[in-house]
């Protein structure tokens, strides 16, 4: 179906209901986080012709609407709400009520129909559920061993070390899980199995990258740095020339990446160690190098996965 026959929905996800509008319609209807009013949804967007449902992600609210949609054959896009935000404010909408939103995200997916969008994939959802767990109970327990007393009463002493244990079993639970997951698809599998071919990744990293950037291996190089959040951007105006800067991307990605690939520069991977002494040599920032080489790094996870290959030094080296 060509894009200008298509009828776009936006539907504002809460957690005791949802705001659906079509636009080309001019009609909003709200519906409430019952069975009843799902099937009362999707007969609604069936009524209006509705072939793509567009929704922000909401933390997790929106995954058993688009669930819901789909099984009815409604294709369902998952969309960034700073973006549609953004829209909106560019759009000169200072107002912001549900019904605005769904309004606002309609228009947002009707004027940027072509933006390319992650097919549905079941099997990486539960992986990156399970992934973006692990990280959330790694994250509590680093805050809870950086807040422990070391001279508090004893009952308070034991009260952390319990819950420090506690935390060490769910998340070897968790990545015993992650483990499964990924071999349960085999996709997945030789995806992580490339990724941790290279010198300095480990397991986590790998699952993280195979979970939350699936674009790996089929999107451009610049388009795969850019998802990470590590492509340089201009800032020039007339004559200035600004420094060039990183910003946006999957920050909890980047993140992931940060502290492996520093390894990797600095110790375990000789293309990526030599890349980096290079950098530096030449003057650049230790921070400004490392970036570098996270960039590089993803270029050449994206050629390896695109081919199919493990890691070779002789083949991926860098100039």
């Given at each position: 179906m060509a894009?200008?026959d298509?009828?776009?929905?936006?539907v504002?996800v809460?957690?005791?209901?949802v705001?659906?509008c079509?636009r080309a319609l001019?009609?909003c209807?709200t519906?409430?986080?019952?069975?009843?009013d799902?099937r009362?949804?999707v007969a609604?967007?069936?009524?209006?012709k509705?072939?793509l449902?567009?929704?922000e992600a909401?933390g997790?609210y929106?995954?058993?609407?688009?669930?819901?949609?789909?099984?009815a054959?409604?294709?369902?896009?998952?969309?960034?709400?700073?973006?549609v935000r953004?829209?909106?404010?560019?759009?000169?909408?200072?107002?912001?009520?549900d019904t605005?939103d769904a309004?606002?995200i309609a228009?947002f997916?009707?004027?940027?129909?072509?933006?390319?969008?992650?097919a549905?994939?079941?099997?990486r959802?539960e992986l990156?559920?399970l992934?973006?767990a692990?990280?959330?109970l790694?994250?509590?327990?680093?805050r809870l061993?950086?807040?422990q007393?070391?001279a508090?009463?004893?009952p308070v002493?034991k009260?952390?070390?319990?819950s420090?244990?506690?935390?060490?079993?769910?998340?070897a639970k968790?990545e015993?899980?992650?483990?499964a997951t990924?071999k349960?698809?085999?996709?997945?599998?030789e995806r992580f199995?490339?990724i941790?071919?290279?010198?300095?990744l480990?397991g986590?990293?790998?699952?993280?990258l195979?979970?939350g950037?699936p674009?790996?291996?089929?999107?451009?190089?610049?388009?795969?740095?850019a998802l990470?959040g590590?492509?340089?951007?201009d800032?020039d105006s007339?004559?200035?020339?600004?420094?060039?800067?990183?910003?946006g991307g999957?920050?909890?990605v980047r993140?992931?990446?940060?502290?492996?690939?520093?390894?990797?520069?600095?110790?375990n991977?000789?293309?990526l160690?030599?890349?980096y002494?290079?950098?530096?040599?030449?003057?650049?920032a230790?921070k400004?190098a490392l970036v570098a080489c996270?960039r590089?790094l993803i270029?050449?996870?994206n050629?390896?996965?695109?081919?199919r290959?493990?890691?070779d030094?002789n083949r991926?080296?860098?100039?």
């Open positions: 894009q200008a298509r009828v776009v929905a936006g504002d809460a957690k005791g209901k705001d659906a079509v001019r009609s209807q519906f409430q986080n019952t069975a009843e799902r009362k949804l609604w967007l069936r009524r209006c509705v072939t449902a567009v929704m909401t997790g929106e995954r058993d609407w688009a669930k819901v949609l789909r099984a054959g409604i294709e369902v896009r998952i969309v960034d709400p700073k973006r953004a829209f909106a404010l560019s759009a000169g909408c200072l107002a912001k009520n605005i309004e606002m228009w997916a009707e004027t940027f129909s072509e933006a390319p969008s992650q549905h994939d079941a099997a959802e990156l559920a992934v973006k692990r990280k959330a790694v994250d509590l327990r680093t061993q950086g807040q007393p070391r508090a009463p004893t002493q009260a952390y070390a319990r420090l244990k506690s935390l060490a079993t769910e998340i968790l015993t899980a992650i483990a990924v349960a698809t085999p996709d997945s599998a199995e490339i941790e071919s290279v010198p300095g480990g986590t990293v790998s699952a993280t195979v979970a950037l674009e790996l291996g089929q999107a451009s190089d610049k388009i795969a740095a990470v590590i492509a340089p951007y800032d007339g004559d200035r020339r600004g420094r060039r800067h990183i910003q999957r920050r909890w993140n992931a990446l940060y502290m492996p690939c520093l390894g990797a520069a600095t110790l991977n000789p293309v160690k030599a890349f002494r290079r950098l530096i040599a030449k003057g650049k230790p400004v996270m590089k270029v050449i996870l050629t390896m996965i695109a081919r290959q493990k890691w030094p991926y080296v860098v100039s």
